[in-house]
């Protein structure tokens, strides 16, 4: 998935790259009115340097990573045309989205962190409109598409920090400069989207979907 800032968001944000899960319900035989749910994620930013560990020196290092990610999650309804070579569909959502800055520290050869903490974040009410294209790649019993889709995230106001805004002091403390604005984004996703059938079987129209 990658993001593309709009409005006043882009005037400090270029892009970002993440992933994204939905899953839909089907609310009719036909599969034409379903609801619909989605959380993902996006990084912005990312910053990464060798630090000394206090207290020993540089003898011992470690890597300091700092990310700044944007999180999101919604529900709504899904309105699809099923043509059969092709499924087009539209939908809206109410949920939230949160922006938030975490610096962790792990192993110069990488590896799971070491210690973590959130350094920043701010949360809001959201809510999103979106579209998209399902074309199938196999059919029967486990139906498999390809998926590409575009979402509009309206975030409104939101405080965030972006690449270079945590300072740090020799005597080891930061100072923050967070930048206030309009955080609103397009999403772009390319994924697969795999059907799931209920054990009673059924019309593949009233199978859930699970979308990655």
């Known amino acids: 998935m990658v993001g593309e800032p709009s409005g006043e968001f882009a005037d400090f ?21 379903s609801l619909r749910g989605d959380f993902g994620f996006l990084i912005y930013g990312h910053e990464s340097k060798r630090v000394c560990i206090d207290g020993v020196g540089c003898r011992v290092q470690a890597r300091l990573e700092t990310s700044n990610n944007i999180f999101y999650g919604s529900l709504g309804p899904e309105l699809a045309f099923p ?16 922006f938030n800055t975490s610096s962790n520290l792990r192993s110069t050869w990488g590896g799971d962190a ?3 903490t959130e350094n920043f974040g701010d949360g809001t009410f959201a809510w999103g409109l979106g579209g998209g294209l399902e074309v199938p790649l196999s059919r029967g019993r486990t139906p498999v598409a390809l998926d590409m889709g575009v ?31 309009e955080a609103n984004f397009l999403s772009y996703r390319l994924g697969v989207s795999i059907g799931i059938p209920r054990r009673t079987g059924g019309p593949a129209g009233e199978r859930g979907r699970l979308q990655q």
């Open 13 to 33: 944000v270029s892009s970002a790259f993440g992933a994204g899960f939905s899953g839909r319900v089907a609310l009719d035989p036909g599969g034409v009115l």
């Open 83 to 98: 043509l059969g070579w092709a499924r087009p569909y539209a939908n809206a959502s109410l949920g939230f989205g949160y």
């Open 114 to 116: 070491i210690l973590s």
């Open 151 to 181: 979402r509009y995230h309206r975030n409104g106001i939101m405080e965030y920090l972006r690449k270079g805004d945590i300072v740090d002091h020799p005597d080891g403390s930061i100072t923050l400069f967070p930048i206030r604005s």
